[in-house]
């Protein structure tokens, strides 16, 4: 039985983890900045910890640090996002640089936070598991200009956790990002190819499968960085 921290786990991608872990046997710690609202969440069965987590704010992460002390993390997802400003606020020549400086503070520091926070408890597992939900927008190699903001949010969490994956990889923590495809959530819009249960179910066997650090689709394949 493993110990599986999540993000973002009230819905979309991040629920269907934490169910798929839960459902497995496994330990969730199943963050979230609203446990109130968190409905879908609490119903789940299994051995689940919903924890009051806000991913851009280091006093909210550093609290759960402190909740966790002493415990063992197997795995932990960094799977809580945001899409930024509006569309039309994230193009070549708008920008709204208060959205921006968010998704960034959400997209790229906010997986940081938690990465720092449960350090000495991905330690104390043997063989953890850092998996980042990253989006293809993030990738250098991904020709598409378009929502400027959360592209280039992902692109540096990207670069921070490739980083992070050759200083780890020598502990014995592997350090991954992976592309969910494109999914119906609220972030996804309903017309998305995947459903949240099969993005979540392929990304659970990216982590199973990763043996060492990477950039991953949900289905496996490597993801050109
Ligand atoms: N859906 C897609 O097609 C797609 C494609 C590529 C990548 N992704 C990535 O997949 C991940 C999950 O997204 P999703 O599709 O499941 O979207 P979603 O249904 O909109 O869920 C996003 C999750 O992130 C949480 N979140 C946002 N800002 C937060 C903050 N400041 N602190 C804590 N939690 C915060 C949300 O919490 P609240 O409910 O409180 O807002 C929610 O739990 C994201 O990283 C996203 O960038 C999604």
């Known amino acids: 039985m493993a110990t599986v921290v999540i993000t973002g786990a009230n819905k979309g991608i991040g629920l269907q983890l934490a169910r798929l872990y839960a459902e497995a046997g496994d330990k969730v710690v199943a963050c979230c900045r609203n446990p109130d609202g968190a409905d879908d969440l609490k119903a789940l069965e299994g051995d689940i910890e919903v924890k009051q987590v806000e991913v851009g704010n280091d006093a909210s992460v550093a609290a759960l640090g402190k909740e966790l002390e002493g415990a063992a993390v197997d795995v932990l997802i960094n799977n809580a996002g945001t899409v930024g400003p509006a569309m039309d606020?994230?193009?070549?020549?708008?920008?709204?640089?208060d959205g921006w400086l968010d998704a960034f503070n959400v997209n790229t520091i906010g997986p940081v936070r938690v990465l720092q926070a449960l350090m000495d408890n991905l330690k104390a597992a043997d063989g953890a598991k850092v998996m980042t939900v990253t989006s293809q927008y993030g990738a250098m190699a991904f020709d598409m200009p378009a929502v400027y903001a959360y592209s280039t949010s992902k692109a540096g969490v990207n670069k921070y956790m490739r980083m992070a994956a050759l200083e780890l990889g020598k502990e014995g923590i592997s350090v991954g990002l992976v592309h969910p495809g494109w999914v119906?959530?609220?972030?996804g819009g309903p017309k998305a190819d995947l459903t949240p249960t099969e993005s979540a179910s392929g990304i659970k066997d990216v982590i199973s499968n990763m043996t060492e650090s990477g950039f991953w689709k949900w289905n496996g394949e490597e993801h050109a960085w």
């Open 89 to 97: 606020q994230q193009t070549l020549t708008t920008l709204d640089t």
């Open 184 to 187: 119906q959530t609220d972030m």
